[in-house]
Every structure is written in structure tokens, then in C-alpha cells.
């Protein structure tokens, strides 16, 4: 497509509820992220992908937490047992290069609005 | 370990004058520094960016950002504010150097516009 594509953007879930939101980058792209953005704040990194590899998870708050990327394209964010906590914006940016994605930068979706209640 | 500090987290403008964001970093290594707005309901999408060819960047909706190293800043600036500028702003910071460099993000600044 033209452009990220995440879905669904809201959902709410019950606390203790599993979720899972999808993101479809750039065709192409190689490079994949995610990031959380709580109310009023920037956005925290949480995972990077370079094709199907998980290269840095560094940034998952907890082992609730889970990507994946099987196919080097289409990416699943998993939240298993989700807490009020969890309740934020999870943003997906991909880009072209392997390397040296500063160059270019992100391109970011829409993002998910995760409310839990 | 990167880090970017944006000064005031909202900042109030009239409609026609001159709009100053301000962003200071701290990196080890020579930076690549963004300046991304987000609209309401939206993604992030990117203003401009500074990769060492030019210290003076120029980038879209008449903005422009200078870096200086001497002061490890990247201010925002555009000459003449629009209603249409009324939006969330961040500054970011990536390494130059890391294959994997992820892009680390301020905590925003708020820009109001009044009539």
C-alpha cells in the first residue's frame, strides 16, 4: 500500500484480556517498529524488526509483550493480561533501509488507541 | 546513551508571528536530528530532518531548524504562524553510526495558534 496501515485504531479491552494489533508497513520496507505513546508524551520505543529478525526488544516494558514479523512483512503486537497501564497509542513506522534509516527517517501509521478497562 | 530535551511543553502563538520550538540533544555520536508533527487522531509525520549536509534545514509548511553543535540544539522556527500549525511537535534523535539505530523521541511541545 501507500503508506503504514494499523488495525484496528481503537480498541478496548477488559483488564486481564488479550489483544493483538497489526501493523502492514511500506511494501518493501525493510525495517519495522514499534512504539508506544501514553497521553501526552512522546512516543517510547519498544521493538525494531529488520525483515523477519527481532533486533531490539529492548524496549518492551514486560514479558506481557510480544512482536512478530514471520514473513518480513505484515508485524503482530501481542499484550497478553492486559493492565490499565497498558492503555496508550502503539504507533508502527517502517522504512526503506537496512541501514542508516536516519537518512531517511520513518514512516509512521495511524496507530491503535488501546484503552483498558 | 541519546536523549533529546524539548523546552515547554506548550507553546502559545498569534496567527503571523514567528514560531520558536526548542530542542536540545545529548549524543555521543554525530546525530541525525528530526522534527516530526502529529495532528490529532494521527500518525507522526515528518517536518525535516538534519543529516550533516547542511546545518540549516529547511522543511515542509515553511518550517526550518539549525543545528549547532556548539550548543547541541535544533530549534524550530517558522517565520509567520498559520491556524494550520496548531499541532503537536517532537523532537528526535538517531545515531549515524548504529546499523540498527532506533529514533528516540522528546515529549512534545504543544503549539496553540490564537486568532
Known amino acids: 500500500g501507500a503508506g503504514v496501515s494499523q488495525s484496528p485504531r481503537y480498541k478496548v479491552a477488559k483488564r486481564g484480556q488479550d489483544v493483538a494489533l497489526r501493523c502492514d508497513p511500506i511494501s518493501g520496507h525493510v525495517s519495522l517498529f514499534w512504539y508506544q505513546q501514553a497521553l501526552g508524551q512522546g512516543p517510547e520505543f519498544l521493538t525494531y524488526f529488520q525483515n523477519e529478525a ?8 514486560s514479558d506481557r509483550f ?3 514479523r514471520p514473513e518480513g512483512s505484515v508485524s503482530t503486537l501481542k499484550i497478553q493480561r492486559t493492565q490499565q497501564e497498558d492503555s ?12 542508516g534509516q536516519g537518512l531517511y527517517g520513518y514512516t509512521f501509521g ?3 488507541r488501546l484503552t483498558v478497562v | 546513551a541519546q536523549s533529546v530535551t524539548q523546552l515547554g511543553s506548550h507553546v502559545s502563538v498569534s496567527e503571523g508571528a514567528l514560531v520558536l520550538l526548542r530542542c536540545n540533544y545529548s549524543s555521543s555520536v554525530p546525530p541525525y536530528l528530526f522534527w516530526y508533527v502529529q495532528y490529532p487522531n494521527q500518525g507522526l509525520q515528518l517536518l525535516l530532518k538534519y543529516t550533516s549536509a547542511a546545518t540549516l534545514v529547511k522543511g515542509i509548511n515553511g518550517f526550518e531548524a539549525e543545528f549547532k553543535k556548539s550548543e547541541t540544539s535544533f530549534h524550530l522556527t517558522k517565520p509567520s504562524a498559520h491556524m494550520s500549525d496548531a ?29
Do not use: H, M, N, W
Not at chain 2, 503537536?88 to 511541545?109: H, L, M, N, P, W
Open chain 1, 54 to 61: 527481532q533486533l531490539d526488544k529492548s524496549g518492551l516494558p
Open chain 1, 66 to 68: 510480544f512482536a512478530e
Open chain 1, 88 to 99: 496508550a497509542v502503539y504507533l508502527c513506522a517502517s522504512s526503506l533501509l537496512s541501514v
Open chain 1, 110 to 112: 495511524s496507530g491503535t
Open chain 2, 87 to 115: 499541532a503537536e511537535y517532537f523532537c528526535a534523535v538517531s545515531d549515524q553510526d548504529s546499523s540498527a539505530s532506533k529514533i528516540i523521541f522528546g515529549s512534545g511541545t504543544r503549539l496553540s495558534i490564537r486568532p
